[in-house]
């Protein structure tokens, strides 16, 4: 994926904690299973500024992908 200066070091952060529980268990991915982890772990959040960022990350994803 290109860095896409939408990005905030936060939203980083999270992508990259997510990607490393695929990695962790084994799991091969995609962009679209990663978004839609990533969409499970928004609909868990109780704090609303995290909820924000992987918001954002989803829509940045899909806008990548498409």
Do not use: C
Not at 8 to 27: D, N
Not at 46 to 52: D, F, G, R, S, Y
């Amino acid at each position: 994926m290109i860095y896409d200066n939408r990005m905030t070091q936060e939203m980083l952060a999270l992508l990259g904690s997510t990607v490393t529980r695929f990695m962790r268990e084994g799991i091969p991915f995609e962009l679209h299973e990663l978004s839609q982890a990533l969409q499970r772990l928004k609909e868990d959040e109780i704090n609303p500024e995290i909820k924000q960022r992987y918001e954002a990350i989803i829509r940045l994803l899909s806008e990548l992908m498409h």
